[in-house]
Each structure stands twice: as structure tokens, then as C-alpha cells.
T-cell receptor, first 111, second 114 residues
Framework: DQQVKQNSPSLSVQEGRISILNCDYT??????FLWYKKYPAEGPTFLIS?????DKNEDGRFTVFLNKSAKHLSLHIVPSQPGDSAVYFC??????????FGAGTTVTVRA | EAGVTQFPSHSVIEKGQTVTLRCDPI?????LYWYRRVMGKEIKFLLH????????ESGMPNNRFLAERTGGTYSTLKVQPAELEDSGVYFC????????????FGPGTRLTVL
């Protein structure tokens, strides 16, 4: 039973524009949400996170938005840069340590 | 500070053989996790160690998988005997003490079972 879903397997965006990645979850017990970024042949790297008590967290070019009532979160990257081309994973956690991941969205930033 | 390391980076074995994957966490990290990604799907949790103790092994697929963490340092994940559906990328991650601490991932071991 997949509790975290990323319905867009890929996203192509022009350099300088905004990238918007979406994620939906089903488990109402999740209280912490994360985005990881992964380059080929490397492990996922932590990017940004948000607690369920917040609806927005910003770190430089990256902003995560959380809509608890809709069980939806999104990651905004602005402006998008060529180095942002990677696979982005949404992950969620409840009161234990294990992370539940989505299937990932492959972002391609075009020059 | 060295990150999480995994060995080997890639393993190709035949069905029925045994393979052992190794993970060295970041020094001082009590928490160690194993995850697996199959066929480009989601990354799935396998198990969680706190020091040398298994805290949660609810994600282990079956009893062909055996994980150990000797002395609370490195960990091994043995698959015996391997089946075709075990192919995938096995990631190890580690974190410090607190529940909220970030999990840092290794580069993964790509296992191919023929």
C-alpha cells in the first residue's frame, strides 16, 4: 500500500522558470515531510523539510508548501537551474523513524 | 567527515546464490536504516537499527533477508538464496539520536539477480 504518491514521473522546465513538484499522501499520522534530491549513481540527498504544524518552509530557491486538509505538499524551485536536473523524492514520517517515499519525479532543466 | 559508504556498488549474481551487502554509517550515528528501490519505483523501508539492536524490521520482505549490525558500527544485509525479484538498488542511511535528525543516504548497491 503506497502511502506517498508522486503522480508526475517527469517534469521539463526552462532554465530560470519555476519548477513545481507535487506529492500526495494518505496517512493522516504523518507529521513530518521531506524532499530528497537524487543524482544518477548517488544516494538521495536531503533538500528541505516541513513539520505538520507549518504550511510553508523556505530555504533559498526552494520552498515547500503543505496543505494538511488536502494531504498534499509541493516543492517550488525558483529560478530553476541546470544543476537542479535530478530525481526528486517526496518522503513522509510519522512517530517512528522510517521514511515512506514516493516514486520520484525526474526534473529536466532545459537551457 | 566521511559520509555513508556502501560496498559493493554493483553486484550481479545468479538466482539461488548468496550476496552480502555492507554499509558503513557516518561515525557516531546510532541509527542505521536499510531501504530498497525496485524498478524505478518508490524507495521502500526495510529495517532500522538503533546501535546494534533491530528497532523495526517490518519492511523486510521475507526470511531470505538477514541484517546484522556488529557492535553498533557497520551493518550487513545478506540475501540467501537470491531470487529474481530481489533485484534493485539497496540504500543504507544513518542518522544521529533524535527522531527529527536528518537521514543521510549512501550511494546504494545495485543488485542484479539473473
Amino acid at each position: 500500500d503506497q502511502q506517498v504518491k508522486q503522480n508526475s514521473p517527469s517534469l521539463s522546465v526552462q532554465e530560470g522558470r519555476i519548477s513545481i513538484l507535487n506529492c500526495d499522501y494518505t496517512n493522516s499520522m504523518f507529521d513530518y515531510f521531506l524532499w530528497y534530491k537524487k543524482y544518477p549513481a548517488e544516494g538521495p540527498t536531503f533538500l528541505i523539510s516541513i513539520s505538520s504544524i507549518k504550511d510553508k518552509n523556505e530555504d533559498g530557491r526552494f520552498t515547500v508548501f503543505l496543505n494538511k486538509s488536502a494531504k498534499h505538499l509541493s516543492l517550488h524551485i525558483v529560478p530553476s537551474q541546470p544543476g537542479d536536473s535530478a530525481v526528486y523524492f517526496c518522503a513522509s514520517r510519522s512517530n517512528d523513524y522510517k521514511l515512506s517515499f514516493g516514486a520520484g519525479t525526474t526534473v529536466t532543466v532545459r537551457a | 567527515e566521511a559520509g555513508v559508504t556502501q560496498f559493493p556498488s554493483h553486484s550481479v549474481i545468479e538466482k539461488g546464490q548468496t550476496v552480502t551487502l555492507r554499509c558503513d554509517p557516518i561515525s557516531g550515528h546510532d541509527n542505521l536504516y536499510w531501504y530498497r528501490r525496485v524498478m524505478g519505483k518508490e524507495i521502500k523501508f526495510l529495517l532500522h537499527f538503533v546501535k546494534e539492536s533491530k528497532q523495526d524490521e517490518s519492511g523486510m520482505p521475507n526470511n531470505r533477508f538477514l541484517a546484522e549490525r556488529t557492535g553498533g558500527t557497520y551493518s550487513t544485509l545478506k540475501v540467501q538464496p537470491a531470487e529474481l525479484e530481489d533485484s534493485g538498488v539497496y540504500f543504507c542511511a544513518s542518522s544521529q539520536v533524535r527522531h527529527s535528525d536528518t537521514q543521510y543516504f549512501g550511494p546504494g548497491t545495485r543488485l542484479t539477480v539473473l
